[in-house]
T-cell receptor, first 113, second 119 residues
Framework: ETGVTQSPTHLIKTRGQQVTLRCSSQ?????VSWYQQALGQGPQFIFQYYREEENGRGNFPPRFSGLQFPNYSSELNVNALELDDSALYLCASSPGLINEKLFFGSGTQLSVL | AQTVTQSQPEMSVQEAETVTLSCTYDTSESDYYLFWYKQPPSRQMILVIRQEAYKQQNATENRFSVNFQKAAKSFSLKISDSQLGDAAMYFCAYRSGNAGGTSYGKLTFGQGTILTVHP
């Protein structure tokens, strides 16, 4: 059984650029959520996808968008990058919407210069 | 909105000793879950222990146990017989149990407590 994998592990972008982060869910998991973790802070919920549809969103602007594919892998897209977008982005999957057990990946460290 | 507060930015413990990490939360809901996650330098969040709010009995997982005080909205983590591998950032987190809410599935995390274990 494979765990949650995220790519890339590190990424450097400049302000104004666009970025796509990828997440491969654990086998059999149809629910994926994304979190932003600034340095020294707790993760903040961005949004959640269930069976390819967004199912809950945190307090993030529309330039943060996502996709979930039929194989339940997922992407997080961020447009018009700002310096404050520099953070660790964590993906988590779970076997179902009502299953409270989340499995996290090791994250993508994004630096915006 | 729910909030989670961890008032101890850093804690330290001697190997084999016991340490308690504090967490308080605020919610108007009656059905929810509480969690402690560990984040080592590898950055991966690892579930340590979870508690369902409707259960009065405190959860226990080997050396890890919680003191869940629902009326006081307090949820502390006790680590017994501390080991060097326990050193990490620990996060307390809240999840709504209301399946009809728009925030269902969302974890609300505290600010974290860095735990250092001294040999």
């Amino acid at each position: 059984e494979t765990g949650v994998t995220q790519s890339p592990t590190h990424l450097i972008k400049t302000r104004g650029q666009q970025v796509t982060l990828r997440c491969s869910s654990q086998s059999g998991h149809n629910t994926v959520s994304w979190y932003q973790q600034a340095l020294g802070q707790g993760p903040q919920f961005i949004f959640q996808y269930y069976r390819e549809e967004e199912n809950g969103r945190g307090n993030f602007p529309p330039r943060f968008s996502g996709l979930q594919f039929p194989n339940y892998s997922s992407e997080l897209n961020v447009n018009a990058l700002e310096l404050d977008d520099s953070a660790l982005y964590l993906c988590a999957s779970s076997p179902g919407l009502i299953n409270e057990k989340l499995f996290f990946g090791s994250g993508t460290q994004l630096s915006v210069l | 909105a729910q909030t989670v507060t961890q008032s101890q930015p850093e804690m330290s413990v001697q190997e084999a000793e016991t340490v308690t990490l504090s967490c308080t939360y605020d919610t108007s809901e009656s059905d929810y879950y509480l969690f402690w996650y560990k984040q080592p330098p590898s950055r991966q969040m690892i579930l340590v222990i979870r508690q369902e709010a409707y259960k009065q009995q405190n959860a226990t997982e080997n050396r890890f146990s919680v003191n869940f005080q629902k009326a006081a909205k307090s949820f502390s983590l006790k680590i017994s017989d501390s080991q060097l591998g326990d050193a990490a950032m620990y996060f307390c987190a809240y999840r709504s149990g209301n399946a009809g809410g728009t925030s269902y599935g969302k974890l609300t995390f505290g600010q974290g407590t860095i735990l250092t274990v001294h040999p």
